[in-house]
């Protein structure tokens, strides 16, 4: 017998730049904001070695980019999930990127950083507003997702979420039928993988659209009236979309705030939330 082996050539050690579309929030010499849409990858990595955020801003910025996020995150100074869409900073020159570090790092304590997430939740968290403060690990089943944790184990890592209700959606004005999905923005006083999504599903809220975090609520969907049951089946991603991110601009000392509208898929999903089921306000 006689075998062929056929060996795929290097891949490239650093990425390239690719003409990605951008959505560009502000750009000066010191960084750049985007809005980043659901479905792009941050940074190269294992199965994405291409198409993703640090090939387009290769692309749109140069060499400009800083350099201390190693050589496949140039720039990076945090990321959002895959299928999270938002707003995002990235850094062209290495001071600009050790200031970012720390005010992210620091998450507001000490400083003017402020970032809020709007999260389409199953159900209703039973306080209007409320603080989910449990340590998130590796899940045991799957190494690549989180999951709350002992703190005593030794990859715990401290994990706090503040929540607000914005709106309900199906809640009886007495409340005596509660409602079957609630709009709610969340603020991060840490900075964990997937925190808010595994947050929220501890808490019972998982995201809607969360396959990783919220299989067994996957049939909640054949609760809701038609057409809204197909919308939330076809949606694609979980609905989490980072809405606003604010920061001291590390050269100029301004304070800079940024809001990203909701995509079009969360959109169109929240109107269908609110026509079919009716809303109420948090």
């Known amino acids: 017998a006689r075998v062929t082996v056929a060996l795929p050539g290097p891949e490239p050690a650093e990425p390239r730049g690719e003409d990605i579309p951008l959505t560009i929030l502000f750009e000066d010499d010191e960084l ?28 749109h910025c140069g060499a400009s980019l800083s350099g201390i996020g ?21 850094a062209k020159n290495d001071r600009t990127h050790r200031a970012l570090s720390e005010a992210f ?33 590796r899940a045991a089943v799957d190494r690549t997702l989180r999951a709350v944790v002992r703190g005593d184990r030794d ?15 199906g809640a009886s004005a007495d409340g005596a039928r509660p409602a ?5 923005e969340c603020r991060l006083e840490t900075g964990r993988t997937h925190q808010i999504r595994v947050h929220m599903a501890h808490a019972g809220h998982p995201l809607v659209g969360d396959r990783d975090y919220g299989k067994a609520f996957l049939t909640k969907a054949n609760r809701l009236p038609e057409p809204l049951a197909g919308m939330v089946r076809a949606f694609p991603r979980q609905a989490l979309h980072a809405r606003l991110l604010a ?36």
């Open 32 to 59: 750049i904001v985007i809005d980043k849409p659901a479905g792009l990858v941050v940074h190269p990595g294992a199965g994405n070695p291409t198409g993703t955020l640090v090939n387009a801003l290769i692309h």
């Open 70 to 90: 190693g050589v496949l995150r140039p720039g990076i100074v945090h990321r959002l999930d895959k299928d999270t869409s938002g707003v995002m900073v990235a």
């Open 105 to 137: 790092a620091d998450h507001g304590r000490t400083g003017d950083l402020e970032r809020a997430y709007d999260a389409l939740v199953w159900g209703m968290p039973p306080r209007e507003t409320g603080t989910i403060d449990a340590p998130l690990g």
């Open 155 to 169: 990859d715990a890592r401290h994990a706090v979420t503040h929540y607000t209700v914005l709106e309900r959606f």
């Open 180 to 184: 079957l999905a609630s709009l709610v």
């Open 247 to 282: 920061f001291r601009h590390p050269a100029t000392g301004r304070l800079m705030r940024f809001e990203a509208p909701h995509p079009r898929d969360l959109r169109e999903l929240l109107a269908g939330f609110r026509r079919w089921v009716g809303e109420g306000k948090g």
